[in-house]
């Protein structure tokens, strides 16, 4: 955390994103890049600016999962609950430095370009690569936040399987038809309701007094929770990250502005009020932290 705070401190973040400038610039210049070293002023304004829209996005499609899953839409709530987590590892990963931007040009292929910052963080490089965006996004995950899993091989190789079963569960549920047809069936409905109506994100879900109710907590998690607690595991983490960046950096008022703007962003979104008030909770503390 350290580290972040004092890397970001004098960064001014931008208002535009990397792939709407870099889609504005000649295909020639962009591949130009490619195989650099470029200085960290080049994207470090883009990347924090990302960082924090990716938090929102992960924010706002969680309270969409709950939304969408208390309706009992069980197909599209997995796959908006997995892009909450994606887009909230993308945040992560903006904050070290590692972005992934698909352009497309007029009458010419489309390109993908990774940009990861160097290890002495004084640049980028920038290198092209193929359209397996997700996959190349878990995995560099998993290799910049060892600390947030664990670092032996037991471990690596469940986060791997994790990943790779959650990409593969996001496309059967978007795709197939064997598993989206089954959003009306019995054992379905109860599944969505129970999603529904537990909040998985309160630190305290599954305390209780009798060791019956506590096994019966824990496999409801282990079973249908994991995900929306993971996935708001890392956005606290994020929220933390982006508060203690913000407290420390000569553009305090603009991290103030944006947890603030996902305060009103939680007012207008209809969702779980359980959910929205955790969330509430993550975000006003993260101001009160900045205007100490």
């Known amino acids: 955390m350290d580290s972040l705070t004092k890397y970001w401190s004098d960064v ?41 829209e990716f938090l929102r996005l992960s924010i706002i499609n969680l309270l969409g999962y709950k939304h969408v899953i208390c309706g009992k839409y069980l197909a599209w709530g997995k796959v908006t609950l997995y892009y909450s987590e994606f887009y909230i590892i993308n945040c992560l ?29 004084r640049g980028y490089g920038v290198q092209k690569c193929g359209a397996s965006g997700h996959a190349i996004a878990w995995k560099r995950f998993s290799e910049l936040y060892p600390d947030l899993f664990g670092s032996s091989k037991e471990l690596k190789k469940l986060i791997k399987n994790y990943w790779q079963f959650s990409m593969e569960e996001r496309a059967d549920w ?13 054992y379905a409905l109860i599944e969505a309701e129970d999603r529904c109506k537990h909040n998985f994100l309160d630190p305290d879900f599954g305390v209780s007094s009798t060791a019956g109710e506590g ?60 959910t929205k008030n955790e969330i509430a909770k993550w975000v006003e503390g993260a101001i009160t932290q900045l205007k100490q």
Request: charge should be negative; hydrophobic fraction near 35%; charged fraction near 30%.
């Open 12 to 52: 001014k973040p931008h208002f535009r994103f990397l792939k709407e400038v870099l889609q504005q610039t000649p295909r020639t210049d962009v591949e130009k890049m490619i195989g650099s070293k470029l200085a960290r002023e080049v994207f470090d304004p883009f990347m924090i600016n990302e960082s924090a």
């Open 93 to 121: 990963l903006r904050l070290k430095g590692f972005a992934l931007v698909h352009l497309d040009f007029l009458d010419d292929d489309p390109l993908v370009i990774r940009i990861d910052r160097t290890k002495d963080n």
């Open 174 to 186: 978007c795709y197939d038809l064997k598993y989206a047809s089954q959003t009306t069936g019995k």
């Open 215 to 274: 096994e019966y907590y824990e496999n409801l998690m282990s079973s249908l929770g994991f995900e929306e607690a993971g996935t708001g595991d890392y956005q606290k983490h994020a929220i933390n990250c982006l508060a203690a960046i913000g407290k420390n950096s000569e553009h305090r008022a603009w991290y103030c502005s944006f947890f603030e703007s996902i305060l009103k962003d939680l007012r207008v979104l209809s969702s779980s009020e359980k």
